[in-house]
């Protein structure tokens, strides 16, 4: 359930319910840096601790 979690995310913070470009390598990397961002998004409250 994880897993599906970060989907959630994906889809309802960032908008990504359709791909955006023309290709493989440019929607992946795309999908690349949109998953990096929900890992910040999930962990916003451990790294605001930190500091």
């Not at 959630?8 to 440019?26: N, P, T």
Request: with cysteine; glycine share 4%; hydrophobic share 45%.
């Amino acid at each position: 359930a994880r897993v599906e979690h970060c989907f959630r995310v994906l889809k309802c913070q960032f908008g990504f319910r359709q791909v955006r470009y023309r290709g493989l390598a440019r929607n992946e990397r795309h999908l690349r840096r949109l998953m990096a961002l929900v890992n910040l998004y999930q962990f916003r409250r451990q790294l605001l601790a930190v500091t």
